[in-house]
Every structure is written in structure tokens, then in C-alpha cells.
């Protein structure tokens, strides 16, 4: 049966985020385009400085997208070709992506069945004497369980890189999602909770050398004009893109809060469909609800269904990363990690935006007990 409601749901709504912030962010990219200081400047260094505090880390350094953020921050603290990183498989594909453009290898482990990030019990076991990083990814918008992670990187003298591109504002009890590592990337992706207006990232830590080696590295391996020291790239937060994250920015909480006040209504709505499971906040944890994620029976039907009746649901994401054709050749097969492989088949993401109104939420919910054939 489809299922048959009347309001259309957007997976997400960007435009409702860029008019709250759009009389702040024009005058200054009136300025920036009279000045044509597009390259640094002062919207950089205000936004580096801001979200280092923000988050509560010494440096912050933009660069030009999350992918990058990843590899400049290992290659910046010294993996390298032949390098052992462990990554869950439960991520964008990016976080291995960036692995593999060094030439280390990413070394997959599964996820917990309860919240779906990287299992610190599979990390264990996944240690050799090649391993030289794990990179626990804060994915639906939770940080990842650090407290198991950090004494075990400790014990084997490993780096702890954490990729924090669905986490801005989450925190543990030990602080803020890119405060609880040796190092930590993010995304500011526009569809992130802290997105700009295009492609941006960047590179979170409290050491002072790692920060000056990512600073540059992304500058062309150069830290004075046509002096390069190594063989970097190129890779630097646009002034237009800083401008929009700072207003952003000042939002975050806000925004943070509306996602967290959708979840809880979502969470109660669906109840009383017993066909759906809904996610759980970890203890400790400040969730800031990147998505929400449930899981159902039969999903890409109901996925499927959801579409025609106007309601956007995604997926995040489909194939464990082991499962990729990019992947293929490092001779990983299905059922190596079945909890994450069983969850590919079930999850699916409901829209999830600041700006989502209750009554967007019913109308998802309403279509969602069609589809699951749950009676409400
Ligand atoms: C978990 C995760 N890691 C890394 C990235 C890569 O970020 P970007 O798309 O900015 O390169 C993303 C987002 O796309 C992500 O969700």
C-alpha cells in the first residue's frame, strides 16, 4: 500500500538556514567583493578563532573540505604509506577515502548494535604492530565512545583522529566533539549542522606543532610565499565561506537545540509504531541529532513508500564501507560485520532540520505508520 498524506517534507530545508543569515552574511560579501580579499584575511582568522573556542581546542585551521581536514590532520601527525588506521564501516566513505590517499590502510571494524558507532571491542582486536591511528567517527550528530578509545590509543601509543563531520555542538562528559582527541577534522558541508555555503572544513587540536604542520601543508607545504618546505596541497577556508559560518555560528545552540526538540517529538510520535525503532541519545552524551535515524523492516520499501507520498527520507548509508566497489580490493567480504551490514538493510534517516515544524513531523510520522502498516 503507499502511503498517502498531504503534506510534502523536504529531507532537509537549507534556504530556511541561509534567510535567517542572509542580512548578516551580504554586507560582508559586498566588502569581500570590493576588496576582493578572498584568500585569508580577517573572516578567517575571526572564524578559526571563534570556533576554536567554540569548541574548546587552541587551533582551529579552515581548509578547503572535511575530506581534506582528515588526511591533513594525518598526515600531520606522521601516518603515512603502509600506516594502519582502524575506521568503523559504519561512515561516509570519506573517512577512509582520506585514509587511502596517503597510502595508509584502513583497517574496517564494526559498529555497536545499539547506537551504531565504532565498537572500542572490535577496535581492540584490530590492533597490530602496523597500527598507527583510530579515527572513531561522531556519525548522526553523537561523539563516539572516547572514554573506551582514549586508553586503549594510549596503551598501544596510537594517534586518536577524530572525525567529528556530523558532530558540531555534540559533546560527552569530557567536552566538546573535536575536543576529545590528539586531533580532530570536520565538515562544513552545506547540509552539516555548521554548514557554509559550499565546500569547507577544517582541522581541530591543542598541539601547537600539529597545527602549524596542517596550517602548512594546506598552503602548499609553504609557511613564508615561495619558500616550501614539503610537498603539501592546497587547501584553505574561502573568506565568503568563513563569513557564512560565522553567523551560522552564532546559531549553532540554537539550531542544536530546535534539532534536539525535533527528536524528542519524533521520538514520542512514533511510539506507538511498533514496526519503527527509534535511536537513543548515548549516557553522557548531548546528542546534537545530525539525523535521525530509525531502523524498519523491509526498508527500501518503505523508503520507497515515504517518496511517493512527498515525504524526502535518505539513508546513511547503504553499503558499509568494506562493501564498496572502491573497497574491493583489500579482500573484505559480507558478514565480517554483521551488525553493521544487518543495519545497512534496516536504517533510515527522517527528514531533520532546525527548521522542522511539528507539523512536518506528524505528517512524516503519519506516513511512516502507512508504510509499516503500524495502526495509530
Ligand atoms: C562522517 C564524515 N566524514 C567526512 C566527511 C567529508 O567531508 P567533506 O564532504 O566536506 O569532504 C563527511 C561529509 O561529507 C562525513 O559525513
Known sequence: MTAQVGTAVPFLDLAAQQAEVAHEVLPVWEELLTSAGFIGGEQVDEFEREYAEYVGVRFCIGVGNGTDAIELALRATGIGPGDEVIIPVNTFIATAEAVSRIGAVPVFVDVDPEYLLIDPHAVEGAITPRTRAIVPVHLYGQTAPMDALRPIAERHGVVLLEDAAQSQGASSTAGRAGALGRVAATSFYPGKNLGAAGDAGAVLTDDAAVAEFVRNLGAHGSSVKYVHDRVGMNSRLDAVQAAVLRAKLRRLDAWNAARRAAADRYTELLADLPGVRVPVARPGNTDVWHL?????????????????????????????????????????????????????????????????????????????????????
Open 292 to 376: 535521525y535515524v530509525v531502523q524498519v523492516d523491509d526498508r527500501d520499501r518503505v523508503h520507497r513508500e515515504l517518496g511517493e507520498a512527498g515525504i524526502g527520507a535518505a539513508i546513511h548509508y547503504p553499503t558499509p564501507v568494506h562493501l564498496t566497489g572502491a573497497y574491493r580490493d583489500l579482500g573484505y567480504r559480507a558478514g565480517q560485520f554483521p551488525v553493521a551490514e544487518r543495519a545497512a538493510g534496516r536504517i533510515l534517516s527522517l527528514p531533520m532540520f532546525p527548521h522542522l515544524t511539528g507539523d512536518h513531523q506528524r505528517a512524516v510520522v503519519a506516513a511512516l505508520a502507512v508504510a509499516t502498516g503500524s495502526t495509530r
